[in-house]
């Protein structure tokens, strides 16, 4: 079974400083996505970025891009020039692009909550 | 807004009560997905269906019952529920079962 680990529960950043949220995981797999999403106070979760592992290069959507790891088995989020919106919780997810079994479940991380600092 | 919505946004029942959450998108898409959020606990899936036809029911207790009359809604019905049953369920769409989800903004659960 996949799982997916997020070693920071808690990060800060100041306003237009840059920052890092770390995410491992385990799988057996070759072929597999990886997300990253945001739940704001909201509570909706929005997709902030998606890696697909046979591709070499990693994500970037504006300010937020990846440092994919395969082999590693690690996937960072970057988020550059941070704003307060910004702030939310951080969801690293897994999925496997295997048919059958259990690929319709994304995975995810118990989360790291970001917090902006003007 | 991702296009997926759920009504209620709270709920607060009894553990008697009946109720059901409600969640609707007109993405096109053709799988939708229940989600448990509980405090400090990764997000646990409960159920999936695919083309209206339940595919994953993830050893969910009987108390709570999906249904999918079509692939646009699906509603989950709660019946004498637990108080350790109090948490944020999410649901989400996705294209083919293989693709990004959208989430909805949640049902906030309090069982009483």
């Known amino acids: 079974a996949q799982t997916v680990t997020q070693s920071q529960p808690e990060m800060s950043v100041q306003e237009a400083e840059t920052v890092t949220l770390s995410c491992t995981y385990d799988?057996?797999?070759?072929?597999?996505?990886l997300f990253w999403y945001k739940q704001p106070p909201s509570r909706q979760m929005i997709l902030v970025i998606r890696?697909?592992?046979?591709?070499?290069q990693n994500a970037t959507e504006n300010r937020f891009s990846v440092n994919f790891q395969k082999a590693a088995k690690s996937f960072s989020l970057k988020i550059s020039d941070s704003q307060l919106g910004d702030a939310a919780m951080y969801f690293c997810?897994?999925?496997?692009?295997?048919?059958?079994?259990?690929?319709?479940?994304?995975?995810f991380g118990k989360g790291t909550l970001l917090t902006v600092n003007p | 807004e991702t296009g997926v919505t759920q009504t209620p946004r709270h709920l607060v029942m009894g553990m008697t009560n009946k109720k059901s959450l409600k969640c609707e998108q007109h993405?096109?898409?053709?799988?939708m997905y229940w989600y448990k959020q509980s405090a400090k606990k990764p997000l646990e899936l409960m159920f999936v269906?695919?083309?209206?036809?339940?595919?994953e029911n993830n050893s969910v207790p009987s108390r709570f019952s999906p249904e999918c009359p079509n692939s646009s809604h699906l509603f989950l019905h709660l019946h004498t529920l637990q108080p350790e049953d109090s948490a944020l369920y999410l649901c989400?769409?996705?294209?083919?079962?293989?693709?990004?989800?959208?989430f909805g903004q949640g049902t906030r659960l309090t069982v009483v």
């Open positions: 989400a769409s996705s294209l083919r079962v293989n693709t990004e989800a959208f």
């Open positions: 799988t057996s797999e070759s072929d597999y996505y």
């Open positions: 890696q697909e592992a046979y591709k070499q």
């Open positions: 997810a897994y999925r496997s692009l295997n048919s059958g079994g259990s690929n319709y479940k994304l995975t």
């Open positions: 993405l096109g898409h053709n799988a």
């Open positions: 269906y695919n083309f209206k036809e339940q595919t």
